[in-house]
Every structure is written in C-alpha cells, then in structure tokens.
C-alpha cells in the first residue's frame, strides 16, 4: 500500500485507535486478512470467520511486523478499531485508489472473468506497472484488498468483480471506480440464486452504470444481454466481438490442432495475427475483450498480437494441459463449470482430440436452479455429438442427468459411464487409459473433480511438460 500513517487510516475509516503509542507511525507494507501473510509495515485486517477469528491472531500478527490490526474489539496490541470491518476495509480502499494515479479497468460476466483478468494483465504489463486481482479474489473482501496492493508507481489496476446479487457491483464499483468497464457475457452461473438471465443482465450491468462520461464501456458485440446494457451507460461504447459491428473484431477465427485458437485481430487501428498458447476457442472472445481495453489504452495491434500470443495462464486448474510420459494428455478445467464454458470446453477436447481417443470426465454444474436437468441433459447429448469416445459422469443426481442425456443422444455401451465419486472415477480411468489418449476434467467447483486430474498425473510430476 502507499504509505499512510496510523491517524490518517483510523480518520479515514472512523476509527479509534487504541493500545497505539504513536499514530504517526506509518503502515509501509500491504494489506493483509492472512496471518500467514504478514510481514513487516503490514496492517492486518481481523474478520470473524466461521471457524477463525482474525482478533485471535492480533498477537502473533503484531510480533510478526504487522504495525497495527484493523479491528471490531480492542486486542491489547496496536489496533484501530471499527463498528465493522468491512465497510472500513472498503473505505481504505477507496482513499488510497482516489490517491493513486492509476486507471482503473474492471471487468464483470458470468464466464471467463478470471482468465480475462489475466489475459488484460498480461498485455497491459508490457507497457506499463500493472496491478491486478490475484486468482478470482472478486468479492468485497479481495478487492479492496487487491487495489490497497497498488503502489505509486501502478499504471494500471486491473480488478475482477464477481456477483451473487443485485446490488454487489455497483458495491465494489463504488469502492474502485473504473474508468473503463468491462462485461464479458450473460450466462447462467448462479442463475438459481439470481432469478433468471434478465436479473444477471440487471446485476452485471451496474458495472457501465456506474462508469463517467469520459470513461468507457467495454461491452460484448456477440451477447445480445450485453449488448443492450450499451444504453445503461454515460461512458463511451466500445464493441468487441465476430460481430461485424465490433470495433475490435476477429476474422478467420480457427483451432489449432492443439485446441489453440487462431484469429486475425482488427482494432480501429491496424490488424495483427494472433495465435495463442491458452487452449479452447471460449478464449478467443476473452483475448478480444482484453484487446479492447489495451486499444482504448493506447497499444497497436502490434503490441496487443504479440502480448495475446505469448500470454500464460495463470490461475490453476483452467484448461491446464499436461503430457504424461506416457503419451496420455490431461487436461485439467476442473476450476468451475457452467453451461457456456462446458460446451467450449468440450470443444476444445473435440479439436486437440482428433485422431485419438478423448475422454470427458464431467460432474455437476451447480446452481442451475430449474434449468439443471435440461443443461446436464444437453451437455451429455453434446458431449455424443462431438464424438467424445468415453463420458464419465461422476457425482450424484445432476451427473445421472448427463449420461443420460448421452445415452438418449445415442452412445451405447461403455461409451458412457456414471460413477459415484473422484475415486471411482481415478480407479475406472487407471485401469482404461491407454497412451495417446485425451482427458478433460470438468465440473463446478464444490464438486473437487481437480482431485481426479491430480491423481492422473500424480507421480509423472518433474518428467511432465506443464504447458
Ligand atoms: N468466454 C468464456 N465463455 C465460456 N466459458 C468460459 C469463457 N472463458 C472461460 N470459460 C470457462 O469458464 C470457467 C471459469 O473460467 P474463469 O476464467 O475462472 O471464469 P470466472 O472468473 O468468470 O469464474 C473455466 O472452466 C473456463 O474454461
Ligand atoms: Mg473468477
């Protein structure tokens, strides 16, 4: 964080301080909610959680360098203490971004956020210092933490903001507002806890709301939902998508044979080739969505070809590809699933898979609501007609609903199979693999199906190429 002396966070956040023998001591170092993660200069921020309470560690975190604790209780060490920490936690946070010169990108959407977020990071990094969400910590919580790790030499903050409701962007778009916003997509995650697709459109919408009159909107030219919120906003549209009335486009969009998509990038400035290391065809609207920002920030096509195409990922466990030794690719997307990012995802498979033998292990996609039978049936028929040779459907009633949506899409046999668990699912595959073949692991977070790519490669790890 910039440096801040103890008096100015408390009269910031409303706080008293007590047990400080000297507020004009300054906190140097970074924001942290992890005791683990303190270090001298540090502040530390006490919640009480459900099994922790951060005010336990007051203490520790204290010897440990921390300069002072942000607290709801006095506890006996240097703290500042609030009616509630939260709310203090976000109004640091939005001091120190108005204090920053950096401008400020945010995006939304119900699929792709966190990869989009890396991807943006990547590109805009090789111009300029740039901070961003670490993972997917989009809530209330990760992003004032993440903008209180800006610096004064931050060029760019680039921040995820994740929903469950009406109500929560606009929530952390008033704590960071950006100046330029961007939404990926309307889709169905958290659809059962939302109400419906409209109420998403509501709920992601809020981001273009809230931007200035010389900000920009960032919207999706492909998603109809998206689209529309063009009229919700003071701030200039920017359309990116194969749309034809995208202002940043691709053209000859293809697969490599590794699954990589391929595209000509068309920005109001120039046109650039882009191949790119990240796997599934989904990325290709992701990577247009990070083009879009870094056009509205300046770069050439040039430069945003080149960055897109070098660009990682960076967060685990999404469409992370490892060769065994033995000729056998797995491909770990076990990070979450919805509809949308299935059905990409098993695209993917399809194009890496050609010529050899592809399996998706697949489980729940949560929080469908009323739709779940019909998606989990949809998948399932979809997974039969992208000639997918196995399915394995692991987990309760939601992957009974995937089988059999393949089997009524006309796989017989072995081809595919529902299985309890991860272990029945790592026993199966352990006994029926064979060098050569694909597998996809996919399913919603709450399932853990990451647990069953881990034991594929388990014991390969140090010969294996992690791509
Ligand atoms: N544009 C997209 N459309 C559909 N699915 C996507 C898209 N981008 C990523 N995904 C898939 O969605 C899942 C979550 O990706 P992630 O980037 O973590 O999104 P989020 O942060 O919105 O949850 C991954 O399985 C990924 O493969
Ligand atoms: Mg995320």
Redesign the pocket.
Known sequence: MIALSLAEIASVVGGQTHDIPDASVQVTGQVVRDSREVEPGSLFVAFVGERVDGHDFAADVVAAGAVAVLASRPVGVPAIVVDDVLLALGALARHVVARLGATLVALT????????KDLIAQVLRTKAPTVFTPG?L?NEIGLPLTALSATEETRFLVL?MGARGIGHIRYLADLTPPKIGLV??V?T?HIGEFGGREQIAQAKGELVECLPEDGTAVLNADDPLVRAMASRTKARVLLFGESDEADVRAENVRLTGNGQPSFSLHTPTGCSEVTMRLY?E??V??ALAAAAVAHELGMSADEIATALSEAGSL?RW??EVTERPDGVTVVN?A????P??MR??LRALAAMGKGRRTWAVLGQMAELGDEALAEHDAVGRLAVRLNVSKLVAVGGREASWLQLGAYNEGSWGEESVHVSDAQSAVDLLRSQLRPGDVVLV?ASRSVGLERVAQALVEGTEGEVAVR
């Open positions: 959407g119900s699929a792709g956020k966190t990869s989009t997917s989009n995820e990926l997509n889709g995650a599934g989904h990325h609207s992701n967060s999404r469409m997307d990070y979450n699933a919805n949308e990012s990409a995802a996919k």
